[in-house]
């Protein structure tokens, strides 16, 4: 009977984060930037969103926790990012995940991840134990490997988008890439 009852709760929990989304115009100009070949394997366009907090497996009751404290959280106006320049976690000679960085826009979308990270905690969620930079993952790199050539290539992008929204998205996996579905949708500026 307990076994049945905890495949319930299990069945009922969803692989949650909260983001923010690109813009179209951004997605293409960032991939009409981009090398035609990167290392590892690549995040497809239109995955591509900043993760301002990951939460992982959640059950019902603290996801619509999450909402209930995104929802009312003040999350300011409406701001712009610049996209800078490529970099590497955890170093550049031994990388795992390769991504695109913010310069204008950074302090800003920190902010929001410092919301979000409230909003998780709120909700019963372990803190959070890394600092938070804003990037987009574009590829993940495994046996991990040296992108120091590709970053000292120096590729600029200089795209900007504005931020208007941040999204709890579902993330399902299997049979392909992820794909993230839009739970809900907080406007900036309201």
């Given at each position: 009977m307990e076994r049945a009852a905890e495949k319930r709760v299990a069945e009922k929990r969803e692989r949650l984060f909260i983001g923010?989304?690109?813009s179209e115009e951004a997605r293409g100009?960032?991939?009409?930037?981009?090398?035609k070949k990167l290392p590892g394997k690549v995040v497809p366009a239109e995955n591509?969103?900043?993760t301002l907090r990951f939460l992982g497996s959640t059950e019902p009751d603290k996801r619509d926790q999450v909402i209930r404290t995104l929802t009312a959280a003040t999350c300011?106006?409406?701001f712009n990012v610049r996209f800078n320049e490529l970099g590497a976690f955890p170093s550049p000679g031994r990388a795992r995940i390769l991504w695109l960085g913010v310069d204008e826009g950074a302090e800003r979308m920190a902010q929001l991840g410092a919301i979000a990270e409230a909003a998780a905690r709120i909700a019963g969620f372990a803190a959070e134990?890394?600092?938070?930079?804003?990037?987009?993952?574009?590829?993940r790199i495994d046996p991990p490997a040296s992108v120091?050539?590709?970053l000292g290539s120096k590729l600029r992008f200089g795209t900007r988008m504005t931020v208007d929204s941040v999204i709890l998205y579902r993330s399902r996996l299997g049979g392909g890439p992820a794909?993230?579905?839009e739970i809900v949708r907080i406007a900036l500026g309201r």
């Amino acid at each position: 009977m307990e076994r049945a009852a905890e495949k319930r709760v299990a069945e009922k929990r969803e692989r949650l984060f909260i983001g923010v989304p690109l813009s179209e115009e951004a997605r293409g100009a960032i991939a009409r930037s981009l090398p035609k070949k990167l290392p590892g394997k690549v995040v497809p366009a239109e995955n591509w969103h900043f993760t301002l907090r990951f939460l992982g497996s959640t059950e019902p009751d603290k996801r619509d926790q999450v909402i209930r404290t995104l929802t009312a959280a003040t999350c300011g106006p409406r701001f712009n990012v610049r996209f800078n320049e490529l970099g590497a976690f955890p170093s550049p000679g031994r990388a795992r995940i390769l991504w695109l960085g913010v310069d204008e826009g950074a302090e800003r979308m920190a902010q929001l991840g410092a919301i979000a990270e409230a909003a998780a905690r709120i909700a019963g969620f372990a803190a959070e134990t890394r600092e938070l930079k804003p990037h987009l993952t574009l590829s993940r790199i495994d046996p991990p490997a040296s992108v120091r050539a590709l970053l000292g290539s120096k590729l600029r992008f200089g795209t900007r988008m504005t931020v208007d929204s941040v999204i709890l998205y579902r993330s399902r996996l299997g049979g392909g890439p992820a794909r993230y579905e839009e739970i809900v949708r907080i406007a900036l500026g309201r």
